[in-house]
């Protein structure tokens, strides 16, 4: 069964940190490309990360280009997703996904089908 576990969301402090992990099972890993979601209530879904995990081709989007860094561990099938500097505006219910997609595509023309786990909500505390 195709899967992806989301975990290591929680409160935070304003200027803390959290990572987040991806754990995927069913499909091999190295075929695709697994993004970062994130979305808050009343805004728009926005394509935070994605890494393409054959050649480690990553994107970030503006809003925490300097603060998230995406990476992947082959062996344990899981991308992470480490945030810094956290403000009060990535408040949102973060979740990943994966698809047969280039990073830029994945992260700012996300398809609504694309194979997605349970989010997990991050809070940043001002």
């Known amino acids: 069964e195709v899967q992806l576990q989301a975990s290591g969301g929680g409160l935070v402090q304003a200027g803390g940190s959290l990572r987040l992990s991806c754990a995927a099972s069913g499909f091999t890993f190295d075929d695709y490309t697994i993004g970062w979601f994130r979305q808050a209530p009343g805004k728009e879904r926005e394509g935070v990360s994605c890494?393409?995990?054959?050649?480690?081709?990553?994107y970030y989007a503006n809003s925490v280009k300097g603060r998230f860094t995406i990476s992947s561990d082959n062996a344990k099938k899981t991308v992470y997703l480490q945030m810094s500097s956290l403000n009060p505006e990535d408040t949102a219910g973060y979740y990943c996904a994966v698809d047969r997609l280039t990073v830029e595509t994945m992260c700012v023309l996300p398809p609504t089908d694309s194979l997605r786990g349970q989010g997990t909500q991050v809070t940043v505390s001002s």
């Open positions: 890494i393409k995990i054959s050649d480690g081709t990553t």
